[in-house]
Protein backbone atom coordinates (compact mmCIF):
# COMPACT_ATOMS: atom_id res chain seq x y z
CA UNK A 1 0.00 0.00 0.00
CA UNK A 2 1.22 3.59 -0.41
CA UNK A 3 -0.57 6.57 0.92
CA UNK A 4 -0.19 9.76 -0.43
CA UNK A 5 -0.49 13.46 1.61
CA UNK A 6 -0.83 16.57 -0.72
CA UNK A 7 -0.06 19.77 0.71
CA UNK A 8 0.37 23.79 -0.82
CA UNK A 9 -2.58 24.25 -1.75
CA UNK A 10 -4.55 27.88 -2.00
CA UNK A 11 -6.04 31.24 -3.23
CA UNK A 12 -4.02 32.95 -5.72
CA UNK A 13 -4.37 35.99 -8.10
CA UNK A 14 -3.46 35.33 -11.83
CA UNK A 15 -0.55 35.06 -12.71
CA UNK A 16 1.04 34.37 -9.50
CA UNK A 17 2.28 30.81 -8.55
CA UNK A 18 2.00 27.95 -6.03
CA UNK A 19 3.98 25.21 -5.02
CA UNK A 20 2.30 21.54 -4.44
CA UNK A 21 3.76 19.17 -2.52
CA UNK A 22 3.17 15.32 -2.24
CA UNK A 23 4.24 13.12 0.06
CA UNK A 24 4.51 8.96 -0.07
CA UNK A 25 4.57 6.83 2.70
CA UNK A 26 4.74 2.77 2.42
CA UNK A 27 5.40 0.47 -0.48
CA UNK A 28 6.99 2.01 -3.43
CA UNK A 29 8.97 0.56 -6.11
CA UNK A 30 12.04 1.63 -8.79
CA UNK A 31 8.91 1.77 -11.76
CA UNK A 32 6.49 3.78 -9.62
CA UNK A 33 5.15 6.85 -11.61
CA UNK A 34 4.19 9.70 -9.87
CA UNK A 35 1.82 12.41 -10.85
CA UNK A 36 -0.57 14.92 -10.56
CA UNK A 37 -4.09 15.33 -11.72
CA UNK A 38 -7.29 17.65 -11.40
CA UNK A 39 -11.08 18.38 -11.62
CA UNK A 40 -13.14 21.66 -11.44
CA UNK A 41 -16.35 21.82 -10.80
CA UNK A 42 -18.46 20.02 -12.98
CA UNK A 43 -15.85 18.70 -15.17
CA UNK A 44 -13.98 15.33 -15.78
CA UNK A 45 -10.80 14.68 -13.58
CA UNK A 46 -7.61 15.73 -15.50
CA UNK A 47 -4.24 14.87 -16.63
CA UNK A 48 -1.98 17.46 -15.78
CA UNK A 49 1.67 15.88 -15.71
CA UNK A 50 3.34 12.60 -14.55
CA UNK A 51 7.36 11.92 -13.45
CA UNK A 52 8.85 8.39 -13.37
CA UNK A 53 10.82 7.06 -10.63
CA UNK A 54 14.36 9.11 -10.63
CA UNK A 55 12.92 12.26 -12.82
CA UNK A 56 14.49 10.99 -15.92
CA UNK A 57 10.83 11.00 -18.13
CA UNK A 58 7.79 13.68 -17.81
CA UNK A 59 4.96 14.57 -19.56
CA UNK A 60 2.37 17.43 -19.34
CA UNK A 61 -0.69 18.36 -20.58
CA UNK A 62 -0.72 20.63 -23.56
CA UNK A 63 -2.53 23.22 -21.46
CA UNK A 64 -0.08 23.47 -18.46
CA UNK A 65 3.03 23.02 -20.48
CA UNK A 66 5.38 25.69 -20.23
CA UNK A 67 3.98 26.76 -16.80
CA UNK A 68 3.72 24.11 -14.43
CA UNK A 69 7.31 21.70 -13.43
CA UNK A 70 7.23 18.34 -12.27
CA UNK A 71 9.95 17.43 -9.95
CA UNK A 72 10.61 14.84 -7.07
CA UNK A 73 13.07 13.52 -4.44
CA UNK A 74 12.75 9.84 -3.90
CA UNK A 75 14.86 9.85 -0.83
CA UNK A 76 12.20 12.03 0.75
CA UNK A 77 9.49 9.87 -1.46
CA UNK A 78 8.06 13.49 -2.41
CA UNK A 79 7.28 14.95 -6.02
CA UNK A 80 6.43 18.63 -6.59
CA UNK A 81 4.22 20.49 -8.85
CA UNK A 82 5.55 24.07 -9.04
CA UNK A 83 2.56 26.58 -11.25
CA UNK A 84 3.48 29.16 -12.42
CA UNK A 85 2.01 31.84 -14.65
CA UNK A 86 -1.60 30.58 -12.95
CA UNK A 87 -4.86 31.01 -14.83
CA UNK A 88 -8.39 31.05 -13.56
CA UNK A 89 -8.83 28.20 -15.45
CA UNK A 90 -6.37 26.35 -12.97
CA UNK A 91 -8.89 26.40 -10.41
CA UNK A 92 -9.40 22.91 -9.63
CA UNK A 93 -8.59 20.14 -6.88
CA UNK A 94 -5.18 18.63 -7.24
CA UNK A 95 -4.69 15.25 -6.80
CA UNK A 96 -1.94 13.42 -6.42
CA UNK A 97 -1.03 9.98 -7.67
CA UNK A 98 1.21 7.03 -7.99
CA UNK A 99 1.27 3.77 -9.99
CA UNK A 100 3.36 1.04 -11.64
CA UNK A 101 2.59 2.04 -14.80
CA UNK A 102 5.11 0.39 -17.30
CA UNK A 103 3.61 2.08 -20.66
CA UNK A 104 4.48 5.90 -20.94
CA UNK A 105 1.29 6.22 -22.94
CA UNK A 106 -1.08 4.71 -20.29
CA UNK A 107 0.38 7.39 -17.71
CA UNK A 108 -1.97 10.45 -18.51
CA UNK A 109 -5.10 7.86 -18.26
CA UNK A 110 -6.72 8.33 -14.12
CA UNK A 111 -7.92 4.85 -14.44
CA UNK A 112 -4.19 3.26 -14.38
CA UNK A 113 -3.37 4.75 -11.30
CA UNK A 114 -3.56 2.77 -8.15
CA UNK A 115 -3.21 5.46 -5.60
CA UNK A 116 -4.82 8.81 -4.94
CA UNK A 117 -4.12 11.80 -2.45
CA UNK A 118 -6.95 13.20 -0.91
CA UNK A 119 -6.99 16.57 -3.24
CA UNK A 120 -5.63 19.94 -1.91
CA UNK A 121 -7.96 22.87 -3.57
CA UNK A 122 -6.41 25.36 -6.00
CA UNK A 123 -8.21 28.86 -6.44
CA UNK A 124 -6.71 31.63 -8.83
CA UNK A 125 -8.99 34.63 -8.53
CA UNK A 126 -8.98 37.16 -11.69
Known amino acids: QVQLVESGGGLVQAGGSLRLSCAASGRTLSSTVMGWFRQAPGKEREFVAWISWGGSSTDYANSVKGRFTISRDDAKKTVYLQMDSLKPEDTAVYYC???????????????????WGQGTQVTVSS
Open 97 to 115: VAGEIFYSFWRTRPGKYDY
